[in-house]
């Protein structure tokens, strides 16, 4: 029987692999090898697609007549850098006494691809090959990913759906950026005043989040502030200095329901109509309660983090980029301390909810603190995991690659060495995760209606009556403590204590920040503010998680965005609102959110086996022919003159 070979994605993780796996090897350049097995990793991508000059020296030279470029056949070659270690695994790979071959790259897309051309590069050598699929690197889940390992072949759809992410990115980079620059560049370069031509940078997901952040800008731009006056009153009853306070709303029987005068039902577009319904309210002097309705309400814990809500909470909290987080939380994930990060999903399978109650146990052994420790203890002693089951925290339909981020229980020595704010992320994910254990925060609502004549001024108040959930989140606001008013019922009279007129403004749009862009990404360019509605409506999204923090970093690399890095707020740079005109005048649908996760979504589909590899790369093929025609027969430059010289002149 021959030796097995692991490969890992980088030398840490493989180091891992034959720590936990106890194997007494020795170390070579490049890998360690055992009795048994071998383990040797690769350096991130060891392989990349040649440039279009590897197929012919002439297209080095960027050419209109060259385009589209559309290769039969794709080329790779091994980056030089990575050479080295390229050429170990390869040998290793081929080795004679190497029967079996265990994939452990990261388990996702690009882990996958990453390995795939290696494969190829090192000529698909004929070994049993097999993939380790894990959620964490805990010793107990990569104990169990060796074990449960599925031959490599089950992956191949998953491998089909990377090469045409890649060959997608590479096709509108290259021929798009090309046929821009060559027909626009040195009308951006005119006018900025720059004597070099200017490089149209485009890219599938990355020119359509400059669209998004462009967009976003002119709309503030572009807002007109509008005043609108709104009514409060203050009533009291005979000889009682409890205070009601109520907003007037104009609803059905009113004198002003559905009027003009009105900019919503709860305000005036003028003062002056505001300050005559005062007038003859207080004519009137009293209000009559019409209705009293109180109602209980329970709220759930928020479901998991998957990367894009912790990228956007983090932003939130710790006014740091999506990149920095997606760095701590990856880190966090080598360090063994939480599961997989590049994950979609906000909740957990069936299988690991089973055994779930074991992490719990680990975690109240973990240097968490009293407050979290009580927690977990709380949580164990009175079996609150036991429902977890059948709650919506676990739905395996929900779930593609991996389940949502949790803490392990495993890093007891780690954690208090974490830096500041390593350890701040820590804790984010451990308090969302023990939350989910608990019960719902219970409230209590009320709603008065007090009739002044035909006129409604209404109260709504909600208190809450048993914190549940939000003790263990413990950054929650806590709910206003007041409590309702008392012994008030239809028919009660009110007398008018005070009316008193509010002056509100409409507000801009606001602007993305770095955090709020990926939840927006996430949902095909909709900011969803509300957390729930955002997950029943989710769908394909633009770029992966695995990828967005990076294309917002290279925006801002290349100078067409920039992030406050105080506030991390993004707005457009000149350069960025010039590319974005370039991109308008000529292929507009590159800046549509929806078309962007269109083609997200037909990978999905490539890898869910429902379509087939070469039905995705016609339509491609296609669309980039059709472009590139549309653009070279209708170059626009005159009309891009003008908006650019109004960009310049704003």
């Not at 060891?46 to 030279?61: C, I, R």
Request: charged share 30%; net charge positive; hydrophobic share 35%.
């Amino acid at each position: 029987m021959g030796k097995t070979l692991f490969i890992a994605e980088k030398p840490s993780v493989a180091m891992d692999f034959v720590k936990l796996l106890n194997v007494k090897g020795i170390r070579s350049n490049g890998y360690i090898e055992g009795e048994k097995s071998i383990f040797t990793w690769c350096v991130g991508h060891m392989v990349t697609m040649s440039y279009p000059e590897a197929y012919d020296e002439k297209l080095k030279f960027w050419n209109l007549k060259d385009l589209p470029f559309l290769p039969n056949e794709y080329k790779y070659e091994v980056i030089s850098s990575a050479a080295n270690q390229f050429n170990i695994v390869n040998s290793l790979m081929n080795r004679k006494d190497v029967d079996c071959i265990y994939v452990c790259t990261d388990s996702g897309r690009e882990g996958e691809y990453i390995y795939r051309l290696v494969d190829d590069m090192a000529g698909k050598p004929n070994k049993i090959k097999k993939r380790v699929w894990i959620d964490s690197q805990t010793e107990e889940e990569i104990r169990r990913g060796i074990r449960e390992a599925k031959l490599l072949s089950d992956y191949d759809s998953l491998a089909h759906s990377a090469y045409l992410r890649a060959k997608e990115d590479y096709i509108f980079g290259i021929n798009f950026s090309r046929l821009l620059t060559l027909m626009y560049g040195k009308t951006v370069a005119n006018a900025l005043k720059k004597d070099k031509n200017v490089v149209v940078a485009v890219g599938r997901v990355m020119t359509c989040v400059l669209g998004m952040v462009v967009e976003r800008e002119r709309e503030i731009r572009s807002f007109n502030k509008t005043s609108f006056y709104k009514i409060s009153g203050e009533f009291i009853k005979d000889n009682d200095e409890v205070i009601i306070k109520g907003d007037w709303k104009s609803i059905e029987g009113s004198k002003y329901f559905e009027s003009p005068k009105l900019y919503n039902e709860v305000g005036f577009k003028n003062k002056e109509d505001a300050e005559i319904l005062i007038k003859d309210l207080r004519e009137i002097g009293f209000g009559v309660v019409n209705e009293v309705k109180k109602t209980k309400e329970k709220k759930n814990a928020p479901l998991l983090y998957n990367l894009a809500e912790l990228q956007n909470e983090c932003t939130k909290r710790f006014k740091i980029s999506p990149d920095e987080t997606l760095k701590i939380v990856q880190g966090l994930y080598e360090k063994k301390m939480v599961t997989y990060p590049r994950t979609d999903a906000r909740v957990l399978s069936t299988a690991v909810a089973k055994g779930i109650k074991s992490n719990i146990i680990k975690l109240r052994n973990m240097p968490i603190g009293d407050e979290l420790i009580n927690v977990t203890s709380e949580i164990l002693e009175k079996d609150y995991s036991k429902s977890i089951m059948k709650s919506k925290y676990v739905d395996d339909s929900k779930i593609t690659d991996h389940y949502a981020i949790i803490p392990t229980g495993e890093g007891k020595d780690t954690l208090s060495k974490l830096p500041s704010l390593d350890k701040k992320v820590y804790y984010i994910i451990l308090r969302r995760f023990l939350s989910i254990f608990y019960p719902p925060a219970q409230y209590s609502k009320m709603s008065i209606v007090i009739l002044v004549g035909s006129e409604s001024f209404i109260l709504n108040k909600k208190i809450c009556i048993d914190k549940g959930y939000l003790i263990v989140l413990g950054n929650e606001k806590d709910e206003e403590q007041e409590s309702f008013p008392e012994n008030l019922r239809k028919g009660t009279k009110l007398n008018i204590n005070e009316l008193e007129i509010k002056e509100g403004e409409t507000s801009p749009p606001k602007r993305y920040t770095t955090g709020s862009m990926i939840i927006a990404m996430e949902n095909a360019g909709k900011l969803i503010e509300d957390e729930e509605l955002r997950e029943h409506i989710k769908g394909a999204g633009i770029g992966t998680s695995a990828t967005r923090a990076e294309i917002l970093k290279k925006l801002i690399n290349i100078q067409y965005i920039q992030s406050n890095n105080k506030t991390q707020i993004i707005t457009p740079t000149e350069l960025g609102e010039m590319i974005y005109e370039v991109i308008n005048v000529s292929i507009p649908s590159l800046l549509n959110p929806s078309l962007t996760a269109s083609w997200e979504k037909g990978l999905k589909m490539v890898n869910d086996k429902e379509i087939e590899p070469k039905e995705f790369m016609i339509k491609l093929e296609a669309y980039t022919r059709k472009n590139t025609t549309k653009v070279l027969n209708n170059p626009n430059i005159s009309f891009l003159n003008t908006k650019l010289l109004k960009i310049k002149n704003q």
